[in-house]
Each structure stands twice: as C-alpha cells, then as structure tokens.
C-alpha cells in the first residue's frame, strides 16, 4: 500500500493555494481556489461561503487522491478551531482529527527560517510580522485585521485610495475624471458613481476589495498620489519590521507576500526605512511548507 498524501493548504483572504505532497516531501499536485479567512466563521453567510469553497477545493484535491492528514494555515483563525477542522474534514471525507491548523504567518515563517534565525513581513489582503523564538514560541507583530489597522497590505490600500478619491469628490465633484487612479479604480469598480463605491465596498469580501489595490498600481506610473500610496504601503510594513527588531534585536527581514507583485515602489522605501538591515525577499511557498508536515503527520499515524 502507498504512503499517506499530505494535503498543506495556505489560505488567505484573495488565494487560497494547496499542495500535495507525498512522504518524501515531493509535491505531487498543487492548485489554486476562492479566497477564505478564519472571519468568516463568524456569521451564518460567512460560514456558508467557506463551507462552498472548502468543498469546491476538496474536490479537486480528491481527484488527485485522499490526504492521510491535512496542514492549514488561515488567516483571521483565533478561535471556532473545531468548526474550521470539521468543515475542512467533511470537505475531504476524513476525519477532524487529521486535521492540524496553524496561522498561515507560522506555516510562512518555517518555510523561510530555522527557529530564532529570522523576521518575517507578510503582505497580501492583510499584514503581519512574526518571530518564532529558539523556544519554538511566536512573537508577533500587527496582524490586527482591517478594521483596526493592516496597514500596507492590500484592503488598505484599496481603503486609502478610496479615501482619497471620494475626499477629493467632496471637494469639486467630478475631480475624479482628471485622475488617473480614480479612473482606474472606477473601472474596477464598473461606476464612478458613489453607489457603485459602496455597494462595492461594503458588500464584497475582504480578499476582493483588496483586489482593488491592482487598480492602484496600474496607475502609479501617471499619478503621483497613487505612487504615494505605494511609497506608504512599503513604509507601513517597514513599521512590522521595527517593532519586532525593537523588542529582538537586528536579524535577517523576509519581506513576503503577494503585495511585493504590485509595484517595485513597496520594496523600494521597505529597503530605504530599514538602512543597514539584512532584507530578504521571498515569494514564500507556505502551502509548500504545509503540505510537507501535513505528510510527516500522515505517515507517523500510518505507522
């Protein structure tokens, strides 16, 4: 009989991607699928969309095969663990027991680092910095959601471009059509009219109004409050950089994140804000990494 699959999943609030590896840490399939966060699960819609996306990935795992154990890392998962583990399980026909879930920023970091050796920044639809002691313990920085703060990651941006063009309506109305960035977040959105914006923003999801922050930097090369944005955004994270070196002293930054894909300005002043600092940009492959542990979990139950 074959060893167990190990199925790593690396969810966020735009992509969730999952990997599937076998027991010699070869990958042996890897796929794509609809954005999902641990925030869902706190209401009745929420939990329905997750549960529709879990079975729509699970789905397409299975034709490939069953995984013996399942690693996942989500964004936004404090607390309803069970729940999570059950509607992942249910989605894959195996049992909640086999499933280890993990904050997606914890699966990333050890992808990149060795225990004590390193930071790592993570931008996608949200932000947050983490360390991961000689003691195996996680210390984090930001990480807050995007009520609070996120800053730099993609709903920010997005929420700060909107700021901008809805302020600069307040002003003189019909501003936005000599602005590049407005023109483009409007197309984005298919209006420029406000009730466009807001239906848009107020009832799409998390990972999909970050989306918006592509519009953002399509126009970054013809307007300069656009570049700005960009500019902050990398300063911003520069900011998860510091907090943590503050606390743990200097060691190697990895900047990761699909953010970084947007525009060379978010590396650029995350360099210039961290002068003498080891930074280090990496695309992280954290489904990767869990699929990798999800194996090892699978084939020591094998046993």
Known sequence: MSAPLGLGL???????RW???????????????????GLQLVNEHGRAALAA?????????RKVGTPGAVCAGFTGLDQ???????????????????????????????DLFQPGEGYVVYAGTGTVAAFIDADGQMQ?????????????????IAREALKHIWRA??????????SPLARRVFEHIGSADWGATRAF???????????????????????????????????????LAHALTGRFGSRPVALCGRVLLLHPAIEQSFREALPGED??????????????IAARNANEESR
Do not use: C
């Open 10 to 16: 690396d969810a966020g609030g735009t992509t969730t």
């Open 19 to 37: 990997a599937l590896s076998d027991a010699e840490g070869r990958i042996v399939a890897e796929g794509v699928a609809a954005g999902m966060t």
């Open 53 to 61: 996306a879990l079975n729509a990935l699970g789905a397409e795992v």
């Open 80 to 110: 309803h663990t069970d729940v999570m583990a059950g509607l992942i399980a249910n989605a894959l026909g195996i049992d909640a027991k086999a499933v280890a879930l993990k904050s997606d920023i914890e699966i990333t970091y050890h």
């Open 140 to 156: 984090r920085a930001g990480g807050r959601g995007a009520i609070i703060d996120d800053a730099g990651g993609g709903f920010w």
């Open 169 to 178: 309506e307040d002003q003189r109305p019909g501003a936005w059509r000599e």
């Open 201 to 239: 923003f107020y009832g799409k999801e998390r990972g999909e109004i970050g989306q918006l922050a592509r519009a953002v930097a399509a126009a970054a090369g013809e307007d300069p409050v656009a570049l700005r944005l960009l500019v902050d955004a990398g300063r911003e994270l520069a900011r």
């Open 279 to 292: 930074i280090r940009v990496r695309i992280a492959a954290a489904h990767h990494a869990a699929a990798h």
